[in-house]
């Protein structure tokens, strides 16, 4: 019979000895990664990029002229601007995601509008103490829609989301611009 402590030392000096057993046998274990396949004779040849989506010349071209009058709606909208953007409302690639930092707190003019579709969805966040404040602007595309909003020293960001993500492709765009009054 062991004395006080003495199986805790046996166990301890045994799990130690298993334990530089099994680091030694893992050490001497090695993984070779080969990576790439090495190049032939004939040349150091890799696999082409994935394509991108071709996009429609004549959606491309719809999407161009919304674009002009998209940018000639948010040009009324008085005032500095804090943040602007604008993006594709539907298809490949649709939506933006834009922040900016506001310096000087108050009230602030949104501006948002679209073209091409009936309405858009767009997003104006900022982290407050409480959290972080949404506010959503539903957009009817007929107009243009202007509200003042308060905004606290620190980040804003707006983003255009798209509600049907399986639609077709217009060429519909949508916009905002964050003005200080």
């Known amino acids: 019979m ?5 199986t805790n030392t046996v166990r301890c000096a045994a799990a130690y000895v298993v334990g530089l057993l099994l680091a030694g046998s893992l050490a001497s274990c090695a993984y070779e990664d080969e990576g790439d396949p090495r190049p032939t004779a ?8 994935p394509a991108a989506p071709t996009k429609d010349p004549g959606v491309l071209g719809v999407e161009a002229s919304n674009y002009a009058e998209l940018h000639k709606r948010l040009a009324e909208a008085p005032g500095s601007v804090l943040l602007s953007d604008a ?3 539907d298809g490949p690639g649709v939506g933006f995601t834009k922040a900016a930092t506001v310096t000087v707190a108050g009230p602030h003019t949104v501006t948002a509008a679209c073209v091409g579709i009936p309405h858009a969805q767009i997003f104006l966040s900022q982290n407050s103490l409480g959290g972080t404040e949404h506010t ?8 243009i829609q202007s509200q003042v909003v308060q905004l606290q020293k620190g980040y804003v960001s707006a983003q255009l989301t798209r509600p049907d993500p399986t639609g077709a492709w217009t ?3 949508a916009g905002i611009k964050v003005t200080g009054q």
């Open 136 to 143: 959503v602007f539903e957009v009817d595309c007929s107009r």
């Open 2 to 6: 062991s004395g006080p402590g003495g």
């Open 42 to 49: 004939a040349g150091q040849s890799r696999r082409p990029a």
């Open 87 to 89: 993006g594709p409302a």
């Open 171 to 173: 060429g519909a765009v």
